[in-house]
């Protein structure tokens, strides 16, 4: 009886095979099913991600199409070129152009200004060739540098000094054309300058 009695006991169910069978696709299916939930958990803050960098990208493009919309109206309004950064660009001053100084008149002795009054006084009354004049100057006293500086600084047109010549000696005599030209040329007055002075006296 004793021997029947034991045979009967039943086992306890975690020694049973199919008990441990079981446990194992339960928690196999446990294991795959958490697998798949952080997966797709590791996969949504990426499409986050993307979707918020696409949304950040499209206002800078917004901003800047804002940015250079301004600008160009800057432009028109100022007529000045506007950068990137909105501040206007001024034209580049042009270095002004250098200026030419006259030369400064040179200073003259008490002799050279007194030779300048003298050749000044004597143009006002006669006609007299560049090189006559120098002579003239000499005659009186004056060195011969100095009365070349005189006759040099002073305005003068010399062919309208032939011409008072060639009118002088035609009120003192009769001159041929040829004979006045060689007059004047001998007074010292060029070639020139004579053939222009007798021509005003209508020869």
Do not use: C, H
Request: charged residues 30%; without cysteine.
């Amino acid at each position: 009886m004793s021997k029947e009695k034991l045979n009967k006991v039943k086992k306890p169910f975690y020694k049973k095979w199919w008990v441990w069978v079981l446990a194992v696709i339960i928690i196999g299916s446990i294991a795959s099913g958490g697998g798949e939930e952080s997966a797709t958990t590791d996969t949504e803050p990426e499409s986050t991600i993307d979707e918020s960098a696409v949304d950040t990208q499209e206002e800078i493009d917004e901003a800047q199409e804002v940015v250079d919309d301004l600008n160009n109206q800057l432009e028109e309004a100022t007529g000045e070129d506007v950068d990137e950064d909105g501040a206007v660009e001024k034209p580049k001053k042009e270095a002004p152009e250098p200026v030419e100084e006259e030369p400064a008149e040179p200073e003259m002795t008490v002799s050279q200004e007194s030779a300048i009054q003298s050749a000044e006084s004597y143009i006002s009354m006669s006609g007299f060739s560049k090189s006559g004049l120098i002579e003239q100057l000499e005659y009186e006293g004056f060195s011969k540098e100095d009365s070349s500086f005189a006759v040099d600084n002073i305005t003068v047109d010399w062919k309208e000094q032939a011409e008072i010549s060639a009118k002088t000696y035609m009120d003192m005599g009769g001159f041929s054309r040829q004979g006045l030209i060689e007059q004047l040329t001998y007074e010292g007055f060029t070639s020139d300058e004579a053939k222009y002075g007798v021509d005003q006296t209508g020869l």
